[in-house]
């Protein structure tokens, strides 16, 4: 039952299990259907995957959703755009499978997608602005958003975000059950935010969300018979974006606007990380390439298994300093600090910090230069370390990789272009 217009906190562990049944029992009808339209994956120079695999799957995840959200949330006008919004994601997505379409039409179809959730009621009419307003360092002033001219503020960064989010799921969808299994935990936590910030209806959509990605997980943890393809990674980015607006944004708990940095930031840190590199060699920041931290990683000789498991891990560990951040009773916000349970709070940040450089640097550069130092032991002429680090810098600045095949135990080369 509702209670004043909002569903109640279990509605949120019935709509998991709803969305997750449904996604698991429709993803081989969503199978079927992908082989009978031509919506197959087939392997190419980027690929992970060495046989065709169908890759509507995200019409599973829509089916969870979408009768999951009309079971357990106020159905209202909000509540209808944001399914609306969700099944035109899909739709487009459904598209992109079949017929892979260019930079510009999916771009468009995606602001269509999320206009149409904001214009129902997901926007910001607010941000909260901390250490700024009150009478103390730690207290938090809401900024309402203007509108300038004809522009409301608020529906422009709601749409910009959405459409945000949307590409940042899309762009680390390209290993086995990743996108899926980094949405189970992100939008897990962003429920378990949302409940505690008094946010039922978005605890509904996170919940619903983790449990859609969690039940086509089944078939798409590796080795994947479907692929949720953009139907799914669209879908989900869109969802995640809408939780983060409806459940945190919109409060004014200080530290409001980190939450979903905080939990996203993995895929926001790949993206970030690929963007750079296509601008720093001006090639279009929409053209796929192999600079993704997945495709590093199998560069440097990770199964996808063990690809999942870094970072899944490092999603959690980021998970973890969310609800930390959330939970843990370190200041009264009024700029009074508990000296242990700050320090906890710092602990929980360097292991952040040191979860996150072993990644970034150690199985991208030190790991690496090893292999190279490997590789120079095995030559006729030795090499030198000066020469050696200058050939890993030349091999990470253009993607290209030697690495050492676990069959023959050789080296062998991977060009990424």
Do not use: C, Q
């Given at each position: 039952m509702l209670v004043d217009g909002r569903p109640e906190a279990i509605f949120a562990l019935y709509a998991f299990a709803v969305a997750a049944?449904?996604?698991?029992?429709?993803?081989?009808?969503?199978?079927?259907?992908?082989?009978?339209?031509?919506?197959?994956?087939?392997?190419?120079?980027?690929?992970?995957?060495t046989e065709p695999t169908p890759k509507l799957g995200g019409l599973a995840i829509l089916a969870g959703i979408l009768?999951?959200?009309?079971?357990?949330?106020?159905?209202?006008?909000?509540?209808?755009?944001i399914l609306a919004g969700a099944a035109t994601i899909s739709l487009l997505g459904?598209?992109?499978?079949v017929f892979d379409l260019g930079a510009l039409p999916k771009l468009l179809g995606q602001i269509v997608a999320a206009s149409i959730a904001v214009f129902s009621g997901v926007r910001l009419t607010a941000f909260t602005?901390?250490?700024?307003?009150?009478?103390?360092?730690?207290?938090?002033?809401l900024v309402d958003l203007p509108v300038v001219g004809e522009v409301d503020l608020g529906h422009l960064l709601a749409i910009i975000g959405i459409v945000a989010v949307i590409n940042v799921i899309n762009f680390i969808d390209g290993v086995d059950g990743l996108a899926a299994g980094v949405c189970v935990i992100s939008a897990v936590t962003l429920a378990v935010i949302a409940l505690s910030l008094g946010?039922?209806?978005?605890?509904?959509?996170?919940?619903l969300t983790a449990g859609g990605a969690l039940g086509f997980l089944r078939h798409g943890f590796p080795p994947a018979s479907s692929f949720m393809g953009d139907t799914g990674s669209n879908l989900l980015g869109f969802m995640l974006a809408v939780v983060a607006i409806q459940g945190?944004?919109?409060t004014n708990a200080v530290v409001a606007l980190f939450f979903p940095l905080i939990v996203l930031a993995v895929p926001i840190l790949d993206t970030g990380f690929v963007v750079a590199k296509r601008v720093k060699y001006r090639t279009p920041i929409y053209r796929a390439d192999r600079w993704h931290f997945h495709h590093r990683m199998a560069n440097i000789g990770f199964s996808q298994r063990r690809t999942l498991a870094?970072?899944?891990?490092?999603?959690?560990?980021?998970?973890s300093l969310a609800l930390a951040l959330r939970f843990i009773p370190y200041s009264d916000d009024r700029g009074n600090f508990d000296p242990l349970w700050t320090a906890v709070i710092l602990a929980c940040f360097a292991i952040v910090l040191a979860a996150s450089f072993y990644l970034v640097v150690t199985l991208e550069i030190l790991k690496l230069r090893r292999s190279r130092r490997r590789l120079a032991g095995h030559d006729a002429t030795p090499l030198s370390a000066e020469e050696v680090d200058q050939g890993v810098?030349?091999?990470?600045?253009t993607g290209s990789f030697e690495v050492i095949n676990p069959e023959t135990g050789e080296f062998q080369a991977i060009d990424p272009a």
């Open positions: 049944a449904l996604a698991w029992t429709l993803v081989p009808l969503a199978e079927r259907l992908a082989w009978r339209i031509g919506a197959i994956d087939r392997p190419n120079d980027r690929s992970l995957h009768v999951a959200g009309a079971l357990f949330m106020p159905f209202g006008p909000e509540t209808r755009g459904v598209v992109d499978d602005l901390p250490f700024v307003g009150g009478v103390s360092p730690m207290e938090v002033s946010r039922e209806t978005a605890a509904v959509l996170a919940a945190s944004l919109k870094y970072l899944y891990g490092w999603t959690a560990v980021m998970a810098k030349r091999e990470l600045e």
